[in-house]
């Protein structure tokens, strides 16, 4: 039986509702529950769930509604889901002081960045209220309008202040991280992102090669898009080449409009430093003086590090122990067990994987692809060689992101366990400050239900990991790795490699890259 609650004037902010859901619906045994604020798109997901009853029309952005699908009868469902809510609500004030306006934070202690993480609607308002007191901002917030987005950056260009987002998951300044971010050393280093995961893999292998960094800019998905033009990426080269701590800036993004690229470009021939530029997929004949072009997160890392004298390994080649373990396990394979299902938490990183797997097989699809023949026709559904980033849009109504919430990666796990073409799962774990307490924990049933599915099938189910994590991160990078490798999952040493491996496994006879691993 479907039930509801709205308590007004009730505000939580959504990393807490997302971050609490999962845990709440399966600590009272209720097979499903919503937390969101009453805007009018928390709304419209409650009504595609149909979870939604028509006293919700009156619910207003600062009441909270909570609607749930009970198994048995329970009367006090709602007072115990508020009791959980409110007593994470209290744990967390305890913690810190809290003040009901940016601009009585900024009278306080003088804060110069503000961290806004409010509905779309208020966000943009709150930026400007930032703004105006001359404080960067950080923009978690999405849905916020593109003709928002770019008023802000205009303002901040004009005031000489960053604005990182809307929709910026990572950045770390000044040695410390926002949001989703990994805790890594400081160092010469400093790159500016419009990616999330991109940056963390970046930063996580410059890290563990004792490299360190100045500051890692996120600029937000959408701000080298023709109508935003890239302002804040400039900004933040423009910031790292004046930064007397800054030897190496590093680009990340996925391939830029055409225009805003070029603008970037000219910038950089008059600047000052070398720098590192990884936009995934862009192709680029130009040569300019002290610029490196690569293509992979994992050749943006090397490459930086090299440019402040740090050599580092081969880190896409496969060692000995690698070949024999991937003869090993190739072996076990049926012959009908063809297919690569990555299945993925970041969207930088499945970009990645897609690029670095292009080659090695054929008729590979995903939806984060830009190529109308790569793209999947239904992310749901599965097809031959597939690469899903599950924090897509289709994944998350009305749940938290997979790196809040891996366990919603569980169920198509599962799924894909089930199919008669799947040999290898292909998984992303992040660690660090945002993310899970455990998500290498919280998949090992699944990995373990998976494999004993396909042992009541005669056959053998591969699977291929990479943890994105420093040794500095809560989660534990050693603790996590060991427990996956117990587990039988092939570790990669970065999300670039663990995609090599995975192309290995499956090797595909037509083509030449087969012929690599005998």
């Known amino acids: ?114 961290v806004i993480s409010v509905p779309g609607i208020y966000a943009a308002h709150e930026a400007y209220k930032a703004l105006e007191n001359n404080m960067h901002v950080m923009l978690f917030s999405d849905n916020v309008s593109i003709e928002d987005e770019v008023a802000l950056k205009k303002l901040g260009r004009e005031k000489d202040l960053l604005v990182m987002g809307p929709d910026c998951g ?27 995961t991109g940056l963390q893999e970046v930063t996580v292998i410059i890290d563990r090669f004792h490299g360190g960094i100045t500051q890692a800019i996120g600029v937000g998905g959408r701000d080298l898009s023709e109508q935003v033009g890239g302002i804040m990426m400039l900004k933040g080269i423009d910031a790292l080449d004046h930064d007397p701590n800054t030897q190496v800036i590093v680009l990340i993004s996925k391939p830029p409009y055409k225009s805003v690229e070029e603008a970037i470009m000219n910038r950089l021939k008059t600047i000052t430093k070398p720098v590192v530029v990884c936009f995934l997929d862009a192709k680029r004949n130009e040569t300019i003086k002290d610029v490196h072009f690569v293509s ?14 740090i050599s580092t390994p081969n880190l ?20 009908t067990q063809t297919s690569i299902k990555g299945l993925f938490c970041g969207g930088t990183l499945t970009a990645e994987a897609l690029s670095v797997l292009r080659p090695y097989v054929s008729h590979l699809t995903s939806n984060v692809a830009k190529k109308a ?23 998350t109504q009305g749940k938290p992101h997979p790196m809040i919430e891996p366990s919603i990666r569980n169920d198509r ?91 290995h496994l499956v090797k595909e006879e037509n083509h030449e890259y087969s012929k690599v691993i005998q």
């Open 1 to 114: 039986m479907n039930d509801y609650k709205i308590l007004k004037n009730s505000y939580f902010d959504s990393v807490t509702l997302m971050s609490t859901t999962v845990s709440i619906k399966k600590d009272l045994d209720l097979e499903e529950l919503l937390m969101f604020m009453g805007t009018d798109m928390n709304k419209d997901m409650i009504k595609s769930v149909g979870l939604y009853h028509q006293e919700m029309d009156h619910a207003e952005p600062n009441d909270l509604i909570i609607a749930c699908t009970l198994k048995v009868e329970n009367k006090t469902w709602a007072d115990d889901v508020i009791k959980r809510l409110s007593s994470r609500k209290k744990n967390t004030q305890d913690q810190k002081i809290s003040y009901k306006s940016i601009h009585q934070a900024k009278e306080s202690f003088d804060a110069n960045l503000a």
């Open 170 to 196: 990572t950045a770390i300044i000044n040695g410390k991280g926002l949001c989703f971010a990994n805790q890594v050393k400081k160092g010469p280093i400093g790159l500016v992102a419009a990616s999330g």
């Open 296 to 309: 992979t997160l994992t050749e943006a890392a090397i490459k930086a590090l090299n440019l402040i004298s």
């Open 316 to 335: 896409t080649a496969l060692d000995e122990q690698t070949k024999t373990t991937i003869r090993q396990d190739r072996s076990k394979l049926q012959p």
């Open 373 to 395: 023949e790569e793209k999947m026709k239904d992310p749901m559904k599965s097809e031959g060689h597939i690469l899903v980033d599950l924090g897509d849009d289709i994944f």
């Open 413 to 503: 796990i599962i799924f894909e366990a089930k199919q008669k073409d799947t040999a290898v799962i292909l998984l992303d774990f992040e660690l660090g400050i945002g993310s899970h307490e455990d998500p290498v924990g919280i998949t090992l049933e699944a990995i373990k239900e998976a494999n004993l599915i396909a042992k009541r099938n005669n056959k053998t189910i591969l699977f291929v990991a990479y943890v994105c994590g420093t040794h500095q991160d809560y989660q534990g990078l050693a603790s996590a790795e060991q427990r996956l490798k117990e587990a039988g999952v092939i570790l990669g040493k970065t999300n670039a490699h663990a995609a090599i491996i995975a192309a």
